[in-house]
């Protein structure tokens, strides 16, 4: 028997507008958009008036900590989390404990996933070997298993000759790099932004140079190899205006930045509050200008989450000890409807896209990240109209280190729809 | 005047609170120098709790809690459980339960007295955490300053050396600043803070220029690891151009003094000629220390 499920009494957007409409899913895929569509008898249906369909949320960058750091997250409860913020799609980053880096820890997550997590699961894989930068791990192998990217997350490669030859492998290997853009000499043990917070604080600095001299190498490493990089999460100005360059010139550089990134400064660091200790670290306002200004015009081209939970033991330590990272997926789009559309600096339509649809086209997933007949039925359906204050017990995700904690926020998720199952309903 | 229990930096502390410390330290002075015993605090236990090297400010809060008779104890990090692994929240937990009153910590991370103050029922001072504030030295220095100077408005201050990784000039900015001096700051742009302007301080690149017409020179102790992670060439070029001497003192106000927080890197910052000089007020900040430490303590435990 084909499952059917029509969401009725909805809104869906087109051409930026939001216009009635309901929406039948059969066998995990949209068939029909219109507006009055009746059930048969053997349709499930779900109310949403005053719910706008989105497409689901895929989320180029998050940790799951799965294995390895289970006491911090897992697939299920990283799923749970991500489902609960309206994401249909998350790509995790390899450095659990052991790291990703062969085929047989891609095949771990990706059965592990099928068992238990209400969203699709992708593993990105490891550019090195333990992620050690020395040399490279088995990509096209990896791939096979099912990687759609392939990252040495939470270090850069420092060798540039080692990430030449890892981006001009990869693209035969049928898989594109992800940056984590950080120069370990210049972040030395920095803990914060370098500027006037982290001198009042006198908390150890991070210079920006640290990223973009990074972002710079990638760009021109790409640019002579004519191969594809993405840039995880952007954080500054100066990073911003050397993606606008490449990309006005050509060069293949996609980028994600993070809602931290274009919610908050590195204000929040002089409580010594952990929550707030994040790599790279919350910038200075002109910074968040220039990510925001970034995201509306294209040279940034995916929200990510970068959700990284910690547990209250790796936190509640002194500042420099503490582990870097922010839960994210539960807050995005509500950061980002608050930040980036209520306060209206861009559309919903643009929010959108650059939670689904360009991400999708990032990892050339094909018939998702719209709601369009063949698509698949991955929807998000969001509240625009509901204010709700971050209290980070509430979270579904094993770990509570939010940055948005004690926040309001506006933009509720109600349902999110995986392959035409529900896979998470807000009840509250 | 203050309803916290902790002091944790002179950073927006009001300058009534100061002078309110400082007027107080008059009076314990006095009664240190001729060894009479205070009782204000009798039977209080203060707990200093040093993940870091000190031997002035540590023995002087000991001094201090004495002086007052409290029941001071230290707690030595390095034989401690914390060697054993125990976080500093738990740490804060256990000396909550021994009926600590106050807890003066030093630690090598800004923001360690800040989570220990959260976390535990006692009164929490800093002593000194990493490159943010040692309030109690400013203190020290600016009863030492007043001593001198009957006040503060107008004077001319220089801050000299490593302000990057100086918790003491920051600590002595924030004070100073309040209390209406003027203060300039010398360093090789490597040893200065990002945003440094903003502190509002004037900034020079020579020691000549900072020390024109000042009425104190104030030198830092400067970290020789400094130099091991290429923030200076060397020793003899930092000395070169930042040391303190009777040459660069000679183009400061008659009657300005010179201060340092100790330890003292001879011949580095500071000449040893200088150090020990008649303009030197170097051993009375020591002495002044337990003074500031006395009021500090008395206004934290009389409540």
Known sequence: MIRKLLIQNGTILLKNKLVPADVLIADGKIVRIAPGLKPDRATETIDAKNLVVLPGFIDLHCHLRDPGQTHKENIAS???????????????MPNTEPCVDCAPMVSYIVQKAREESPVRVYPIGAITKGRKGGELAELGLMREAGAVAASDDGCSVMNAGLMRTALEYAASAGL???????DKNLAGDGAVNEGYNASVAGLKPIPRAAEEVMVAREILLAETLNTRVHIAHVSTKGSVQLLREAKRRGVRVTAETCPHYFALTDDMILT???DYKINPPLREEADRQAVIAGLADGTIDAIATDHAPH??????????TAAFGTVGFETAFAAGYTYLVKSGLMTLGRLSELMSARPAAILGFEKTGAVKAGFAADLALVNLNAFWNVEPARLLSKSKNTVFKGMELTGKVKYTVVGGLVAYENVR | MWKEKDFLGLKDVPFAVIENILDSAAEMKRAFLASERKTSCAGKAVVTLFYENSTRTRASFELAAKALSANAMNLAVAT?????GESLIDNGKTLDALQARIV????SVAGAPHLLAKNMAAGVINAGDGMNEHPTQALLDMFTIREKFGG???LKVLIAGDIKHSRVARSNIYGLRAAGAEITVCAPATLMPAGIERFGVRVVRTLREGAAGADVLMALRLQLER??????PSAAEYNRFYNLNGEIAALAKSGAIVMHPGPINRGLEISGALADGNSSVITGQVTNGVAVRMALLEMLLAK
């Open chain 1, 78 to 92: 990283g799923g749970l989390s991500a489902a609960a913020g309206g994401f249909t799609s998350i790509c995790c």
């Open chain 1, 176 to 182: 594109f790099l992800i940056s984590h853009c950080e």
């Open chain 1, 272 to 274: 010594y509050d952990t």
């Open chain 1, 311 to 320: 547990d209250p033991d790796a936190k509640r330590v002194e500042f420099d």
């Open chain 2, 80 to 84: 401690s459980s914390v060697a054993k």
């Open chain 2, 104 to 107: 003066v910590i030093r630690h």
């Open chain 2, 152 to 154: 503060f408005k107008g």
């Open chain 2, 227 to 232: 130099q091991k992670s290429g923030m200076f």
